[in-house]
């Protein structure tokens, strides 16, 4: 399995609260997604990084920032929760951009939930 | 409007039989196509893929068919065994690496 953990792998919080979701990885890949899975639309990207310091808006990004100050943490940041961000985030991880070896792995996740 | 469909929220099976995962997507640009499987209170786990120029990839018990045409892929799990039961993700690529997920199916494989 690819080494990556995220914190905390729970949280509870209230609407309006800043929260802030770490991701870590051992395995110095150079890319890094943050993910939102909600039943029945899978999963959808957040934002991601191509690198310290680089990152872009993925599919739903609004009420989300990142950033990446070194290689191995990602961390996805809710600057005022609501409850419409009650979900579970997962992280992924890819050692390329190329199809095939960019091949992303993902973090075991963490269950949200904002009262 | 989603892009990658799985049209068969949740399939149940017989242990040692067939099973077999429909993918639907939309968008031409998609280059590559892989199956995620996930189990409850874990993150998806990579399971096989296949390039938008091939029409079959095999991995054990695990094949993948596409048809470009259609906009279709499928994945085939012979025999299935009940540690199989979880939910499976069809995901789509495009520039950037960037992946478009369906809304899952959830396999249960009973003994």
């Known amino acids: 399995d690819a080494g990556i953990t995220q914190s905390p792998r729970h949280k509870v919080t209230e609407t309006g609260t800043p929260v802030t979701l770490r991701c870590h990885q051992t395995?110095?890949?150079?890319?890094m997604y943050w993910y939102r899975q909600d039943p029945g639309h899978g999963l959808r990207l957040i934002h991601y990084?191509?690198?310290?310091?680089?990152?872009d808006k993925g599919e739903v990004s609004d009420g989300y920032s990142v950033s990446r100050s070194k290689t191995e943490d990602f961390l996805l940041t809710l600057e005022s929760a609501t409850s419409s961000q009650t979900s579970v985030y997962f992280c992924?991880?890819?050692?390329?951009?190329?199809?095939?070896?960019?091949?992303?792995?993902f973090g075991p996740g963490t269950r949200l939930l904002v009262l | 409007d989603q892009q990658v469909k799985q049209n068969s929220p949740s399939l149940s099976v017989q242990e040692g039989r067939i099973s077999i995962l429909n993918c639907d997507y939309t968008?031409?640009?998609?280059?590559?196509f892989l199956w995620y499987k996930k189990y409850p209170a874990e993150g998806p786990t990579f399971l096989i893929s296949?390039?938008?120029?091939?029409d079959k990839n095999e991995d054990g018990r695990f094949t993948v068919f596409l048809n470009k045409s259609a906009k279709h892929l499928s994945l085939h799990i012979v025999p299935s065994q009940p540690g199989d039961s979880a939910v499976y993700f069809c995901?789509?690529?495009?520039?950037?690496?960037?992946?478009?997920f369906g809304g899952g199916t959830r396999v249960l494989v009973k003994p």
């Open positions: 992924a991880i890819s050692e390329s951009m190329v199809a095939g070896v960019g091949t992303q792995y």
């Open positions: 990084s191509y690198g310290v310091k680089d990152t």
């Open positions: 968008n031409s640009m998609f280059d590559y």
């Open positions: 296949i390039s938008s120029i091939k």
């Open positions: 395995e110095n890949h150079r890319y």
């Open positions: 995901a789509a690529r495009t520039a950037g690496n960037k992946l478009t």
